[in-house]
């Protein structure tokens, strides 16, 4: 926490007299009083050493200094004769001082330098600290991600403008504060109903991009200050690095429509004018659970690092696209690591390698996919998984349906309703048995989760280590969720 006026009276106990200065006001400086000539930060005051006889003095006299030094707070020894009479000196004088106990003023001057050192070490390091992980949120979410990261880092409000005042994003309430957002960016003469806002310009002079602005609850600090500018290069960047122009995404739009709707034989002369002489190719659809991940920036990176061509395009909220055969298993492993590295749940189908005239049947197969990812909560399905379980079910009667699911009665609560237990195997199975992103999905420590798993395979007869059993697992689960009969 940053060191304030308050703070230092504790620390030196000491007596403060004089309200000129608010007890929370930080501090950013302790400096002799004939060293002391301008307040060098309004957000900050300093905090000026000054005897007990050049007190008296300052005050008897109304010094032509006092102007200056109301914009401090003076640090003094406790006279010894007369103290109620300084005190009310001080305050007629409109001075804020701290009266301390002790009589040394080296003294005193050590302790609160040391206080201060240590705070700005601390500062220091949450500023270093927030620099990375705004950074690696930068490389993750692009624009917006790092914006909600800030807000969340000043436990306050932000808001970013395009140049003319337009809201391109924001986080924390900074939906709530646009008004005072456009108002100090383009500094317009209106009353700004939140104090102490920070405007950090995005670009510089004619190259200039947007308005970073920031409010800290904490108030303004120099942690604000620093984070908000690291923050508004990475966003510099982040504009001119992958700032993809309407242009491009534009014709990416086209030909992706063009690939998915012509006529025989032009998809794949479409696609080697593309540069890809695949004789088939396999269709994807993504999305997220959170608008902190910048989907089209993540899948052009992706795309990117695997040498791929640029061959998707934004529905909606979702990513539609195709990609070589030969990638889908890299496509799918990246979409997976996502996930449980950023905790931010990614959803991806995948359809069936088709010939260039076909590619709109693998679009809409992973279409397909994806509404089974969402709904069972899997980071990725593949669509040839589903006609196999689809195929077997509708072919068994109700009775055998029902055999299969009694293996699961175990697994429910006493009022017949699925439990957690039925919940642990689902997510479980649907992460392809992976211990920890599973755990991650249920907010349960890994031990709670193999704790779990063991009273499954108790209850279930079911061992989670055979392939045939958890297919009959996953087979009685879908049967369950197609048929009704307690669905998940």
Not at 278 to 293: A, I
Request: with cysteine; hydrophobic share 45%.
């Amino acid at each position: 926490m940053t060191l304030d006026v308050a703070a230092v009276a504790r620390l030196v106990q000491a007596t403060i007299v004089g309200r000129s200065t608010a007890p929370n006001r930080p501090i950013d400086d302790v400096i002799s009083v004939e060293l002391f000539s301008v307040v060098a930060h309004t957000d900050f005051v300093s905090l000026v050493l000054i005897n007990e006889a050049e007190l008296r003095v300052l005050v008897r006299e109304q010094h032509g200094r006092l102007d200056v030094l109301r914009g401090a707070v003076l640090v003094t020894t406790t006279p010894q004769i007369g103290a109620d009479n300084v005190q009310r000196l001080v305050e007629t004088a409109g001075l804020t001082v701290l009266f301390c106990a002790s009589p040394n003023l080296d003294h005193i001057r050590d302790q609160i330098g040391l206080s201060l050192a240590t705070d700005r070490a601390a500062e220091a390091r949450l500023v270093t600290t927030g620099t990375k992980v705004l950074t690696q949120v930068a490389r993750r979410g692009g624009v917006s991600a790092v914006v909600m990261e800030l807000a969340h880092r000043l436990n306050g409000w932000v808001v970013l403008l395009d140049k003319n005042g337009q809201v391109i994003t924001s986080a924390g309430a900074g939906a709530l504060h646009l008004d005072d957002a456009v108002a100090v960016a383009l500094h317009r003469v209106v009353r700004v109903q939140h104090p102490g806002l920070q405007v950090h310009p995005i670009g510089e002079a004619e190259q200039l991009r947007a308005f970073l602005v920031v409010a800290s609850r904490s108030g303004t600090t120099s942690r604000t200050r620093d984070l908000a500018a690291q923050s508004a290069a990475l966003i510099d960047l982040l504009l001119r690095t992958h700032d993809h122009t309407a242009t491009e995404r534009l014709g990416r739009e086209v030909m992706m429509e063009s690939l998915l709707t012509g006529a025989t034989g032009a998809p794949a002369r479409l696609l080697r004018r593309w540069g890809v002489r695949d004789d088939s190719m396999t269709g994807f659809m993504l999305s997220s659970r959170t608008k902190s991940v910048d989907l089209e920036r993540l899948v052009l990176r992706w795309l990117d690092e695997m040498g791929a061509v640029h061959a998707f395009t934004t529905e909606r909220d979702r990513i539609v696209g195709l990609i070589h055969d030969d990638l889908v298993d890299e496509l799918i492993t990246r979409v997976d690591m996502f996930t449980a590295d950023a905790q931010k749940p990614l959803r991806c189908g995948i359809g069936s390698s088709v010939a260039p005239d076909a590619l709109k049947s693998s679009v809409q197969e992973a279409g397909e996919a994806h509404d089974v990812a969402l709904k069972d909560n899997r980071s990725t399905v593949r669509y040839e998984t589903l006609p196999s379980v689809q195929y077997v079910l509708k072919a068994l009667d109700a009775e055998a349906i029902s055999r299969i699911t009694r293996i699961l009665d175990g697994l429910r609560d006493p009022d017949g309703t699925p439990g957690a237990l039925m919940e642990t195997l689902r997510v479980f199975l649907g992460e392809n048995g992976s211990w920890g992103v599973s755990a991650r999905r249920l907010n349960v420590h890994r031990h709670t989760l193999t704790s779990r798993i063991a009273q499954i395979e108790s209850l279930t007869d079911l061992s989670m280590d055979s392939p045939d059993d958890r297919a009959v697992a996953w087979l009685a689960l879908r049967a369950l969720a197609i048929h009704g009969a307690g669905a998940d």
